[in-house]
């Protein structure tokens, strides 16, 4: 009997599927087409550790499952080779990022071809590859044709470890992203793509796709949609206006007090000579924090008096303006309406200052709440000729007012920010655009790209809000596309996210130099069927779907939406419940784990049988022991039964109900997509196929050890494909018919009872499967242990046909 050996069965057959192109894909197929992947990884490091590798173990049990179901199934991979990760590890080790970069990308292809991974290797893109970014530059200059990528000056959020700026999203908590590091503002001129042009469907389409809701929630959060009204405030005494916005309008009576966020362009002009060195000093200190630390709703709120006033255009009184850092200038206008009366912050603010606090809508006499002020619905008090109506009737009724008056509007706002994709850095895409002293900033023309980003020696960040290709003089020195004029280069690099807006269209028509991709070939595999990660909730996941709405209305899809099904997986953490990390030592390296003897097949099985996949898991090396057991007994059933004379007198029945059962669970739970019960399933099988193989083998087992094999497959193809052949098939297992069932052949003569009391096993029982309900209830009260627990009379007992008895003593 041949003996269960990895390290000989998975090179064989990774070299097969190689050789023969297997999982080559191309559009000319008859079948329905499956497109699926995952977010393609950084190589930013010397090789993905088992954490990584769960994605992969996902994305290729649903392209062997969808093979198996006859679909023409893509299932392609990509580098997210240019920014900030991987330009940080090449300074790490010393080495140019575009050495470092090819070297990470060698070895993360020798990870995934030694887990079997099932990929189209004829697809696979580079984003450092200039074929590849000449067409991000192309997207560029659409995007600035269509005035979706605009130049300005702003505070930005700077890190000062990685010397570059950093959009909204890469952002956290008050740190950079990538570093950890505290990020500070500073002002720069940056280049934006206009994605909140787009707020408004990218919103209205979340609520229909087939995405987890924590992502759409995050999303939708993220975007912010907010209905209410700008209002104008005169500045008394002077020309200057003030516009707030307002989901409120109906509290106009009762605003007391004005404040602008530091950053508002009026915060340094309204001062007085009494206030100016007071007032200076505190915006110099709060645009310093950090938007997280400033909107933190727990800290004690500060300010500080401008010196000014404005006119409260609703009742005409003066109300103070104040400069405090609890109001951002990156949100709404800048500038909010004080309404102490009816809003938390605002009476913080109030009661910290002494500021007047006018209620104007009456608090109900049936409301509990003990909050200082009421932010609820109710009827108007002290609000003029609009007193006795209610606040919700009254919010429209003001604004028509105020619209008369020449002093508000109805308007919508958004929080999100337009995307800011400048940076400070060398390793990433040069952005196409020539700047001419008479003609402005020009894009660079289709046939001038791509712009090649040029091999420099000192690629270290220059720390002076200039890139390292600042430097470069006979790379900026160029001419004008428009008027032949000496002109000069953007030094400025794209945000890696630029990239990766993109790759999943350009996975469709990778090889193609004359466009990003033929609309056909994009409108036969797109949108995806599903797209797998576990990371990216709101920057990555909006940059594609903006772009993409983009691209359809350029004609270049004929969809606006990407993705159709998207599955978010939790983290596979380390075996001390930390996150994997080679700073903490907790790093397991799939290559480790194969060839300690375990192999491809017990990895990928293992960290999908770990959990649901959604969830957090913690990785077990006693756990993957377990899973190679299991593989290993199945190869044993398999040898055992190659090996035997085939005369057994096996239970035909039984042994029809167990492949039956276990193919319906396995079908049902991978569509789930709930792998570990799947695999559980698969597991239970094994055991009781042992159980029925004392009896011997007969050849009635064949058919039935090779739907087990099927069934195995998407989890451990290569030891599938062995004995797939051993069991006498010459065809190609990855797109054998996926096995069918027989729902007659599932009962079996018994039926396993679990017989709870109070809720608490007590008992299982196996009963003839056509016993009545009142003899399985008499067998359950009979059962020694039952009875050790109902000691009187039950209660109630509670029947579930073929699966439960619940007695209630």
């Known amino acids: 009997m041949r003996h269960y050996n990895p390290s000989e069965i998975e090179p064989k057959w990774q070299q097969i599927w190689a050789d023969d192109q297997r999982y080559h894909t191309n559009e000319s197929s008859a079948k329905p087409k499956y497109y699926v992947t995952g977010m393609f990884p950084y190589p930013s490091g010397a090789g993905m550790h088992t954490g990584h590798f769960m994605e992969h173990s996902i994305v290729d049990a649903v392209a062997r499952f969808r093979r198996a179901l006859g679909y023409n199934v893509m299932y392609p991979i ?339 920010r337009d995307w800011l994709i400048s940076r400070q850095r060398y390793w990433g895409a040069p952005i196409p655009i020539i700047y001419c002293p008479e003609h402005g900033a020009v894009p660079v023309p289709e046939s001038d790209l791509p712009v090649l980003l040029p091999d420099v020696d000192d690629f270290q960040p220059r720390g002076d809000g200039k890139s390292v290709l600042a430097a470069q003089e006979d790379w900026v020195q160029t001419t004008c596309p428009v008027c032949g004029s000496p002109a000069r280069r953007e030094t400025d690099t794209m945000d890696g996210y630029a990239c990766s807006s993109w790759y999943l269209l350009r996975y469709t028509d990778p090889h193609n130099t004359q466009q990003a991709w033929a609309p056909d070939k994009a409108n036969y595999w797109a949108p995806l069927d599903m797209y797998v990660g576990g990371d990216h909730a709101t920057a990555h996941l909006l940059y594609v779907r903006f772009w993409t709405h983009v691209f359809s209305e350029l004609g270049l899809t004929d969809f606006a939406e990407p993705v159709k099904k998207l599955v978010y997986h939790g983290l596979i953490q380390a075996e001390d419940g930390r996150k994997m990390s080679k700073s903490l030592g907790n790093v397991v390296d799939p290559l480790e784990v194969i060839n300690a003897g375990y192999g491809a097949d017990a990895l990928r099985t293992f960290e999908l049988f770990l959990g649901p996949i959604n969830e957090n898991s913690s990785w077990n090396s006693r756990g993957i022991a377990g899973v190679y057991r299991f593989l290993n007994r199945l190869w044993t059933l398999v040898q055992e039964f190659d090996d035997s004379d085939k005369t057994g007198t096996s239970d035909a029945q039984k042994l029809d109900a167990i492949i039956n059962s276990t193919t319906k669970k396995v079908t049902d739970d991978i569509h789930r997509l709930s792998f570990n019960t799947a695999i559980a399933a698969l597991m239970e099988c094994v055991n009781d196929l042992y159980k029925l193989k004392v009896a011997g083998y007969s050849e009635d087992w064949r058919p039935h050890l090779k739907t087990l094999v099927q069934l195995v497959q998407p989890f451990a193809p290569h030891m599938a494909a062995e004995l797939w052949q051993q069991l006498g098939e010459t065809s190609q297992l990855d797109f054998a018919a996926w096995p069918a069932w027989d729902n007659a052949k599932i009962v079996s003569g018994s039926l396993l009872i679990i017989v709870q009391v109070n809720g608490k096993l007590r008992a299982k029982l196996e009963v003839a499967a056509d016993a009545s309900e009142e003899q399985i209830k008499d067998l359950a009260l009979a059962d020694a242990n039952v009875q050790k627990f109902v000691l009187a009379e039950p209660k109630k007992i509670i029947y579930v046909k073929g699966k439960l008895v619940n007695i209630v003593a």
Request: net charge negative.
């Open 78 to 416: 990509g580098w997210d080779s240019f920014g900030l990760p991987a330009e940080n590890y090449a300074i790490k080790t010393g080495r140019k990022p575009r050495e470092t970069t090819a070297d990470n990308i060698a070895n993360f292809k020798k990870q995934l071809r030694s887990v079997g991974a099932s990929i189209d290797w004829s697809r696979e893109i580079n984003t450092s590859d200039p074929e590849y970014y000449k067409w991000t530059q192309w997207i560029f200059t659409k995007l600035f044709e269509k005035d979706l990528a605009y130049q300005k000056e702003s505070l930005q959020w700077w890190c000062p470890k990685d010397k570059t700026v950093l959009a909204n999203e890469q952002v956290i908590d008050g740190k950079c992203w990538r570093c950890d590091s505290v990020v500070v503002k500073k002002s720069m001129k940056q280049w934006f793509f206009r994605i909140t042009a787009y707020a408004e469907q990218l919103l209205a389409e979340l609520p229909e796709m087939d995405w987890p809701d924590k992502i759409k929630i995050a999303q939708t959060n993220w975007i912010g949609k907010s209905e209410g009204a700008e209002i104008t405030f005169q500045v008394d005494g002077s020309d200057d206006t003030i516009t707030v916005f307002s989901t409120r309008p109906d509290t106009i009576f009762g605003a007391t007090f004005l404040v602008l966020a530091p950053e508002h362009p009026l915060a340094r002009t309204l001062l007085t000579d009494e206030t100016r060195e007071l007032v200076e000093n505190y915006i110099n200190d709060a645009v310093k924090k950090s938007e997280i630390e400033r909107s933190n709703d727990t800290k004690e709120k500060t300010g500080v008096f401008s010196g000014s006033y404005a006119i409260n255009p609703a009742t005409g009184q003066k109300i103070p303006i104040w400069i405090a850092d609890y109001v951002l200038g990156g949100y709404g206008t800048g500038a909010v309406m004080g309404v102490p009366a009816h809003d938390d912050r605002d009476f913080a603010f109030a009661e910290k200052f002494e500021l007047p606090v006018v209620e104007v809508i009456e608090r109900p006499e049936d409301d509990i709440d003990t909050d200082a002020c009421y932010h609820g619905e109710g009827v108007l008090v002290n609000s003029g000729a609009f007193d006795g109506t209610r606040s919700e009737d009254a919010r429209e009724q003001i604004v028509a007012w105020l619209e008369q008056e020449g002093k508000g509007k109805s308007q919508i706002t958004y929080k999100m």
